[in-house]
T-cell receptor, first 111, second 110 residues
Framework: RKEVEQDPGPFNVPEGATVAFNCTYS??????FFWYRQDCRKEPKLLMS???SGNEDGRFTAQLNRASQYISLLIRDSKLSDSATYLC????????????FGTGTSLTVIP | DVKVTQSSRYLVKRTGEKVFLECVQD?????MFWYRQDPGLGLRLIYF???????EKGDIPEGYSVSREKKERFSLILESASTNQTSMYLC?????????FGPGTRLTVT
């Protein structure tokens, strides 16, 4: 079983739409969670960390559900510039530098 | 701004060649990583290093080795390149929880 699983999409949404991605993880001891963004032919960059209580950064909201072992990313009022692949990343508590990446969810925002 | 650089953006090598991929970071980070990224498989950790001369295997170390002689530089070595090592290779360094990635090296082994 993969450590981290994501729906690859693609998600094609109109500008202004709200879109949500989910990601499930297999290790219940996992401690740290992140969303990274990767533009086409570019390197991944940290979008936001995911905290237990949920957190928001402008139009982006991340949530963690430990009981069901998933994290989510909600994007409100989608912009064309949000088009990218979103990677879910998990750091299990007992593996220090081992970060597990999902395969990514592709988002295209359409004018 | 943190900067992670990789020696080549594109590289074409022949089967059996020894290949060196270099990565340099300018922020004095202790932790550095080598990943490969393949369609449908995502990023997979090859090796990481938590200090000079210290290294640990990741999930897919077979066919690779690494070298960290200086804090800022982490090298990935393919001892004898094979076609199944054709991939995008990404180096990263870490400060606290955030990983900073280099631009990647697309390696093709023919």
């Amino acid at each position: 079983r993969k450590e981290v699983e994501q729906d690859p999409g693609p998600f094609n949404v109109p500008e202004g739409a709200t879109v949500a991605f989910n990601c499930t993880y297999s290790n219940s001891a996992s401690q740290s969670f992140f969303w990274y963004r990767q533009d086409c032919r570019k390197e991944p960059k940290l979008l936001m960390s995911v905290y237990s209580s949920g957190n928001e950064d402008g139009r982006f909201t991340a949530q963690l559900n430990r009981a069901s072992q998933y994290i989510s990313l909600l994007i409100r009022d989608s912009k064309l510039s949000d088009s990218a692949t979103y990677l879910c990343v998990v750091n299990p508590a007992n593996t220090g530098n081992q970060f597990y990446f999902g395969t990514g969810t592709s988002l295209t925002v359409i004018p | 701004d943190v900067k992670v650089t990789q020696s080549s953006r594109y590289l074409v090598k022949r089967t059996g060649e020894k290949v060196f991929l270099e990565c340099v970071q300018d922020m004095d980070h202790e932790n550095m990583f080598w990943y490969r990224q393949d369609p449908g498989l995502g990023l997979r950790l090859i090796y990481f290093s938590y200090d000079v001369k210290m290294k640990e295997k990741g999930d897919i170390p077979e066919g690779y080795s690494v070298s960290r002689e200086k804090k800022e530089r982490f090298s990935l070595i393919l001892e004898s390149a094979s076609t199944n090592q054709t991939s995008m290779y990404l180096c990263a360094s870490r400060r606290e929880v955030e990983q900073y990635f280099g631009p990647g090296t697309r390696l093709t082994v023919t």
